[in-house]
């Protein structure tokens, strides 16, 4: 048995919980379309610390997809701001996207976050060696 509680899957089996996040309608559209363009995507990832919308490992680049409470509400901004700190001491660089700019954008974001995770890759790939 599992039941959908905050945008999870929450699983009890023999006293065991399981958190298996289900990733927004608009997380899912960029990611759709990030992959189309070639790049490789990890989906609702668990840092250890943090589940991120969707990580870019080659670049580096994680990306939280946002509802406007991420802009509104004080204690998510706080909230943010920390997990972005545990992002960048993991060498990542945490981008935020909202929910809205999704809908009107997607094929421009896309384009763009492509092309810079692409740039961005080849850097790493120049000062990691």
Same mark, same amino acid.
């Given at each position: 048995?599992? /039941?959908?509680?905050?945008?999870?899957? =929450?699983?009890?089996?023999?006293?065991?919980?399981?958190?298996?996040?289900? %990733?927004? %309608? +608009?997380?899912?559209? #960029?990611?759709?379309?990030?992959?189309?363009? $070639?790049? +490789? @995507?990890? /989906?609702?990832?668990?840092?250890?610390? !943090?589940?991120?919308?969707?990580?870019?490992?080659?670049?580096?680049?994680?990306?939280?997809?946002? $509802? =406007?409470?991420?802009?509104?509400?004080? !204690?998510? @901004?706080?909230?943010?701001?920390?997990? $972005?700190?545990?992002?960048?001491?993991? $060498?990542?660089?945490?981008?935020?996207?909202?929910?809205?700019?999704?809908?009107?954008? #997607? +094929? /421009?974001?896309?384009?763009?976050?492509? @092309?810079?995770?692409?740039?961005?890759?080849?850097?790493?790939?120049?000062?990691?060696?």
């Amino acid at each position: 048995m599992f /039941e959908v509680y905050r945008n999870r899957i =929450v699983t009890n089996m023999s006293k065991v919980h399981i958190h298996k996040n289900i %990733p927004t %309608p +608009e997380a899912e559209d #960029l990611k759709k379309a990030l992959e189309a363009r $070639g790049v +490789e @995507i990890n /989906e609702e990832f668990h840092d250890g610390f !943090k589940t991120i919308d969707l990580r870019l490992p080659a670049a580096k680049i994680d990306v939280e997809v946002d $509802g =406007v409470h991420h802009l509104t509400n004080p !204690k998510q @901004i706080l909230s943010d701001l920390d997990r $972005g700190h545990y992002s960048h001491k993991d $060498g990542y660089d945490t981008m935020h996207i909202p929910n809205k700019m999704i809908h009107a954008h #997607l +094929e /421009e974001i896309a384009d763009a976050l492509a @092309i810079a995770s692409k740039t961005r890759q080849k850097r790493l790939d120049v000062y990691l060696k």
